[in-house]
């Protein structure tokens, strides 16, 4: 059976769904994007997507073709159709299809496309070894916070990060730690607090990342928001990156230092366990 995407308001085999030419998308990454996981077939923290999708699409000026309501049922009617218990759905909003010109065209609908990736997550082999990241510089725009289909800077860091045997890059600016190519990085200090870089436009507001902050409140370990340097996460106790489709992956080497021995660490461990329960009931979902 061909995997069922959704395009333009109708559900069709992958082969059949073509976007035109000019779609503004692919001339210009004029678009936005979010994921989501699936697990035992809930929608993971499915309201703080949907909420940042209408931020971003806000912030770019696309209108959000459909209600909170409406995107869910599609969600759920895609993972359906696909029988996909547990993975990721991946949708994509772009300004439409329009003559290509800078300017924002006068007539186009939004171009809406989904489509499932079946995944295991809570049972993925790097949740037991950890992974290993490498440093590169943070060359994107200035609005990180908008979840936009331009990923061109983050291509580019996580090639350099597979051709140095890593699995996930860590963007540096100025020395500071922003986050990884597609996931927010934290470290654990010898102390035992988890330390996150404080919400800005330097990074995306990380969905997991709030979800797992409000979780590690309730279990009582000490959090600290600030910038942390790479120096730092060298000499961390532990560190961690969080992500729909990952969830909480412990890190066991940066730039091929050994953390924590080169094992995953008992907080990381912890908080992926926590975060799992969480996942699997959807009532207790991030605020
Ligand atoms: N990436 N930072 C960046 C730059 C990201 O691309 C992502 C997610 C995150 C984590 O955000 P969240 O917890 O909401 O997934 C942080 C997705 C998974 C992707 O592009 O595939």
Redesign the pocket.
């Known amino acids: 059976m061909s995997r069922i995407v959704f395009l333009n308001g109708s559900f069709l085999p992958i082969e059949e769904a073509k976007v035109p030419f000019m779609d503004r998308g692919f001339l210009f990454g004029d678009g936005v ?4 996981a699936v697990l035992d077939g809930n929608l993971v ?1 499915n309201d ?2 949907l909420e ?1 999708l209408e931020r971003s699409l806000g912030e770019v000026r696309i209108p959000n073709p459909y209600s909170r309501a409406e995107w869910t049922r599609l969600e759920e009617e895609l993972a359906r159709r696909n029988g996909m218990t547990e993975g ?1 759905i ?1 949708f994509q909003v772009t300004r439409g299809v329009a003559e290509r010109d800078f300017m924002f065209p006068e007539n186009a609908a939004p171009t809406v496309a989904m489509f499932t990736q079946a995944k295991a997550i809570v049972n993925a082999p790097a949740a037991e070894t950890g992974i290993a990241v490498v440093t590169v510089p943070d060359q994107r725009w200035s609005r ?1 916070d908008i ?1 936009s289909i331009n ?1 061109l800077a ?1 291509v580019l860091a996580k090639q350099a990060a597979k051709e140095a045997g890593a699995q996930e890059a860590w ?1 540096v600016q100025d020395g500071y730690v922003t ?6 990085g934290f470290i654990v200090t010898k102390e035992g607090r988890i330390v996150v870089r404080p919400l800005s436009n330097a ?8 979800s797992l902050l409000a979780l590690s409140k309730d279990v009582g370990i000490e959090l600290e928001e600030r910038m942390f340097t790479v120096e730092e996460a060298y000499d961390a106790a532990e560190a961690f990156m ?5 969830f909480v992956l412990p890190i066991v080497t940066i730039d091929g230092r050994s953390i924590c021995d080169g094992k995953p660490g008992p907080v990381t461990k912890k908080l992926r366990e926590i975060y799992i329960r969480m996942a699997s009931s959807p009532r207790m979902a991030a605020e």
């Open positions: 994007y979010e994921g989501i923290d703080a997507h940042r990721f991946y990180r979840k990923l983050q963007m986050e990884g190519g597609s996931s927010s990074i995306l507001p990380g969905i997991t990342r709030k969080t992500s729909a489709s990952t």
